[in-house]
């Protein structure tokens, strides 16, 4: 019954190599969301998509791109990792956001992540 | 936003309850209060949220302090499975946004 799925778990790619991680959704969510947790730390949001609105972190860096060319699938594009860019990457939807008189706030449903490694 | 100050971590006995407690002083009236909870080798996964008042559901319950610059959520009966990294995290009335603190570990002992 997974409802986001994340494939694959495990990544390995070469440093400068281009990787693309996808994330796949069976909920009908307006959100999508892309997370980066690094080894003992907690996650840290990159960017999310509401519907097609694109919505990027202030600090989050150029290399990393996103797609999303419909409502379940929502890419996460790396142009060239580096050794810092080996970690674990989250996707999560929520349905929406906004006042919660409206519908808003709801909660977030996370997969199980994909684990990058950059050799 | 307004950030979340946890324990680094807590340790429960089995069958025991647990009070995991999140500070948030700076926190707005418009804030919700959220709680996650991380497994090994997992996504995190919803738990629980509130804005005044105290909430119950089937995995928890969430204690808000009058001035909601704090807040505890409780565990009735800490399992094994219970062990998990517990974030606390504060959302804004329109939700677009989601911040994790550093969360608190909880250790369950048999």
């Known amino acids: 019954d997974a409802m986001v799925i994340q494939n694959p778990r495990y990544q390995v790619t070469q440093f400068g190599k281009p990787v693309t991680l996808s994330c796949s959704q069976t909920?009908?969510?307006?959100?999508m969301y892309w997370y980066q947790q690094k080894s003992s730390q907690a996650p840290k949001l990159l960017f999310h998509y509401y519907d097609k609105d694109f919505n990027n972190e202030a600090d989050t860096p150029d290399n990393f791109q996103s797609r999303r060319p419909n409502t379940s699938f929502c890419f996460l594009d790396i142009r060239s990792p580096g050794l810092g860019d080996a970690a674990m990457y989250l996707c999560?939807?929520?349905?929406?956001?906004?006042?919660?008189?409206?519908?808003?706030?709801?909660?977030?449903?996370f997969g199980d992540g994909t684990r990058l490694s950059i050799l | 936003d307004a950030k979340t100050t946890q324990p680094n971590s807590m340790e429960s006995n089995e069958e025991e309850p647990v009070h995991l407690p999140c500070n948030h002083s700076?926190?707005?009236?418009?804030?919700?209060i959220h709680w996650y909870r991380q497994l090994p080798s997992q996504g995190p996964e919803y738990v629980i949220h509130g804005l005044t008042s105290n909430v119950n559901n089937r995995m928890a319950s969430l204690a808000i302090a009058e001035d909601r610059k704090s807040s505890t959520l409780i565990l009735h009966r800490a399992t094994l499975r219970d062990a998990a990294v517990y974030y606390c995290?504060?959302?804004?009335?329109?939700?677009?946004?989601?911040?994790f603190g550093t969360g608190t570990s909880l250790t369950v002992i048999p």
């Open positions: 700076t926190i707005s009236g418009t804030d919700y």
């Open positions: 909920l009908n969510h307006n959100v």
């Open positions: 999560a939807t929520s349905r929406s956001y906004g006042p919660i008189s409206t519908g808003g706030n709801q909660p977030q449903h």
């Open positions: 995290i504060l959302r804004d009335e329109w939700g677009n946004q989601f911040y």
